[in-house]
């Protein structure tokens, strides 16, 4: 049976804190908005005691989502989860997400605390965390880098005073796949109490593992990820929303899990957030990239013309494009061009076609990509568009 999986968006948190990133409460309201729409189970919409913006937009959000639980993040100190639950006091379903470093790195040189004082500040964060709401998540931040012994008893803390989530992040992206397995797997059967909470994995991109280290912690026992549009996120991101549900949903086979995210909302949504924070994707992104669906070259462009199962894993109408792309350069071949001009509207004998193939490939040599424009130049000493040849066969037609 295929379990279900908790998807936590932190685009608005997590993804806002990235440089070019940052939204006004209105921007996030729109997003918030399409992320519940989608399907997103919770939505972090802000850290509250950061500033007055982020309070004012963990509140409209609060105000704005009755399906979706609203997130607001708190470091383990009174004011922070005191400002958290106010931003929060609206909203239909809330969490307070409370976080403190756990790693004797961070100890040392950030907190300049002692584990014994971390242990003592989890217990009475998490605590009052619950006068506000029911639903509380801790993160032991910079989990991967922390003494396995102090993680386990920080998170047994953490239960104890009534923390309904358990965060273990990869704050700094340092893991590999098969070692933060191995830590979920140790966590789950080690933490006393911890089936009576959910175990969420939050994974950033400094190694390009963000995805693949949490589809290995999905398969060695967490159910809620914690994930981005478009993966943005502190650094080189953080998982990426998309990626890891396209994985869940084709390889079904392989990951026994389902998500509640409407995999054809996935390209409006990074299209919404490309367009809030006017920064782009990369081309080749997996899934929601421009390239993610566009064939270029002619063995491929053939193929994905005779079946798109021999290119295509996953249809581009399954993450809401209308149609895949098929990009006409110096690498295509004779039936995409055929394709293509059929769709303006020229059919041609296979003689001219020869001759226009020729005359596109030295075009293609000197430009990147030929554009219709081009093509209508191309085709223009040949047959006119169908459309227009007709009109003209028509007797008494006017030109
Ligand atoms: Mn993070």
Do not use: W
């Not at 358990?166 to 893991?175: A, E, R, S």
């Not at 098929?326 to 769709?343: C, D, I, T, W």
């Not at 296979?350 to 001759?355: A, F, I, N, P, V």
């Not at 000197?366 to 169908?386: F, I, N, Q, S, Y």
């Amino acid at each position: 049976m295929a379990e279900s999986i908790t998807i936590f968006d932190t685009t608005l948190r997590d993804g806002e804190q990235a440089p070019g990133f940052s939204m006004k409460p209105a921007e996030k309201v729109r997003l918030a908005q399409q992320l519940e729409a989608a399907g997103a189970d919770v939505i972090e919409a802000g850290f509250p005691i950061c500033s007055e913006g982020d309070f004012e937009a963990v509140t409209a959000v609060a105000r704005v989502c009755r399906q979706a639980k609203v997130a607001a993040l708190a470091r383990a100190v009174e004011a922070d989860i005191r400002r958290a639950g106010d931003a929060l006091r609206e909203a239909a379903r809330s969490r307070i997400h409370v976080f403190i470093a756990t790693s004797d790195i961070h100890l040392q040189y950030k907190l300049k605390k002692t584990r014994a004082q971390v242990l003592a500040d989890t217990f009475s964060a998490v605590r009052m965390a619950r006068e506000y709401t029911e639903d509380v998540e801790f993160s032991a931040e910079d989990a991967t880098r922390t003494d396995l012994e102090y993680l386990i008893e920080v998170l047994e803390a953490a239960l104890e005073a009534g923390a309904t989530t358990l965060n273990v992040p990869d704050t700094v992206g340092y893991c590999v796949p098969a070692e933060y397995a191995a830590l979920i797997s140790q966590l789950k059967s080690r933490v006393r109490g911890i089936e009576n909470a959910a175990l969420s994995v939050h994974c950033h991109n400094d190694l390009g593992l963000a995805a693949a280290n949490t589809l290995a912690a999905l398969a060695a026992g967490a159910r809620q990820v914690e994930c981005t549009v478009n993966g943005i996120g502190e650094r080189a991101g953080n998982a990426a929303l998309e990626e890891i549900v396209m994985a869940l949903h084709v390889r079904r086979d392989a990951l026994p899990f389902f998500t509640n995210i409407k995999t054809e909302m996935l390209v409006p949504l990074s299209q919404a957030l490309t367009e809030i924070t006017g920064v782009g994707v990369q081309p080749n992104k997996a899934v929601v990239g421009a390239n993610a669906f566009a064939h270029e070259a002619g063995i491929h462009q053939d193929g994905v013309l005779k079946s798109p199962l021999t290119y295509e894993i996953m249809t581009p109408q399954s993450v809401g494009l209308r149609q895949g792309q098929l990009v006409l350069g110096k690498h295509s071949g004779r039936h995409a061009l055929q394709k293509r001009l059929a769709m303006l509207g020229y059919n041609f004998e296979r003689r001219q076609l020869d001759e226009i193939y020729r005359e596109f490939l030295a075009l293609a040599d000197r430009k990147k990509t030929v554009e219709d424009a081009d093509l209508h130049r191309l085709a223009g000493g040949g047959a006119l568009p169908r459309a227009a040849a007709e009109a003209q066969a028509q007797p008494g037609a006017r030109s």
